[in-house]
């Protein structure tokens, strides 16, 4: 059965750099027909997709958010990251790992880790 | 990139059906089979409910079910049951490998 689990800091300063990684278990990073993504839900509101990554390293953002996303790949470690620069108090969110089967649906997901912006 | 456009709740009685819309453009909804709902109870991780604007993932009831004519997706739940109660979301593939949600449907069973 294939699981998600997102770890990383829950509080990040404002001006900072959010960091996350996400690892995988019951499945091989390097499927070829998995895409990997993340996707946010700030308190009380809706899901927004951040970014995909292929485990070649392709990768796809959100053009609101592409100037300050950046996301890796390390299939040794079966594991992906993201990067979110310069955050604010809006990027305060519940943060999801998933894979996107064919690279257009989320077929499973982690549980979701609460970042929290603030000084 | 704009979020689809779904309505904030609807409602209705154990035993009955309720369909949710989602309102795209050409770019997204309209121009592609790809769009895909998915279920989040409180607290919880969203579950795919449908994908390809109709199909089912093992596991989830018949009693939802998907469609689309021209920009606007559906999902029906018919047969309505407490368990239903959740938010649902919307999703479609928008090119490039973008991917676009819905701002979410508040559903409550009565």
């Known amino acids: 059965q294939l699981q998600l689990q997102e770890s990383g800091p829950g509080l990040v300063k404002p001006s900072e750099t959010l960091s996350l990684t996400c690892t995988v278990s019951?499945?091989?990073?390097?499927?070829?027909?998995?895409?990997w993504g993340w996707i946010r839900q700030p308190p009380g509101k809706g899901l927004e997709w951040i970014g995909t990554?292929?485990?070649?390293?392709?990768?796809y953002s959100n053009p609101s958010l592409k100037s300050r996303v950046t996301i890796s790949v390390d299939t040794s470690k079966n594991q992906f990251s993201l990067k979110l620069s310069s955050v604010t108090a809006a990027d305060t969110a519940v943060y999801y790992c998933?894979?996107?089967?064919?690279?257009?649906?989320?077929?499973?997901w982690g549980q979701g880790t609460l970042v929290t912006v603030s000084s | 990139q704009s979020a689809l456009t779904q309505p904030r709740s609807v409602s209705g009685s154990p035993g009955q059906s309720v369909t949710i819309s989602c309102t795209g453009t050409s770019s997204d909804v309209g121009g592609y089979n790809y769009v895909s709902w998915y279920q989040q109870h409180p607290g919880k991780a969203p579950k795919l409910m449908i994908y390809d604007v109709s199909k089912r993932p093992s596991g989830v009831p018949d009693r939802f079910s998907g469609s689309k004519s021209g920009n606007t997706a559906s999902l029906t739940i018919s047969g309505l049951q407490a368990e239903d109660e959740a938010d649902y979301y919307c999703c479609s593939y928008a090119g490039s490998y973008n991917v676009l949600f819905g701002g979410g449907t508040k559903l409550t069973v009565l």
């Open positions: 998933a894979r996107l089967r064919a690279a257009r649906q989320f077929d499973y």
């Open positions: 019951g499945d091989s990073i390097s499927s070829r027909s998995s895409y």
């Open positions: 990554i292929y485990y070649s390293g392709s990768t």
